[in-house]
């Protein structure tokens, strides 16, 4: 199982982005996927999830209403669409299946920065 996340970089606040997690090794159209993030000296924690079919998405209440998780089953990859992004967002930000303890992948760094 592989989790490849990509699309971070330093972005201004406000601004947008929009992360990929491309995925390998499980049928991915059976599970639901979820994003995290792990701030400098913070715990990891959950951002967005989607269910395997895409029907139903949950967020964090930090990034209700900025952020999109969205998912092309064709691709076995996951997006986390970021807008009007705040400074507090920095993190390294990971995929991984929503029900199963997965090992992280590398992460793709997010920097809120002016």
């Known amino acids: 199982v592989q989790f490849v996340e990509s699309g971070g970089g330093l972005v201004q606040p406000g601004g947008s982005l929009r992360l990929s997690c491309t995925t390998s090794g499980f049928t991915f159209s059976m599970y639901g996927m979820s994003w995290y993030r792990q701030a400098p000296g913070n715990e990891r924690t959950r951002v967005a999830t989607?269910?395997?079919?895409?029907?139903?998405?949950d967020y964090a209440d930090s990034v209700k209403g900025r952020f999109t998780i969205s998912r092309d089953n064709a691709k076995n990859t996951v997006y986390l669409q970021m807008n009007n992004v705040r400074p507090d967002y920095t993190a390294v930000y990971h995929c991984?299946?929503?029900?199963?303890?997965?090992?992280w992948g590398q992460g793709t760094q997010v920097t809120v920065s002016s």
């Open positions: 991984k299946r929503a029900t199963v303890g997965d090992s």
């Open positions: 989607i269910t395997s079919s895409g029907c139903w998405t």
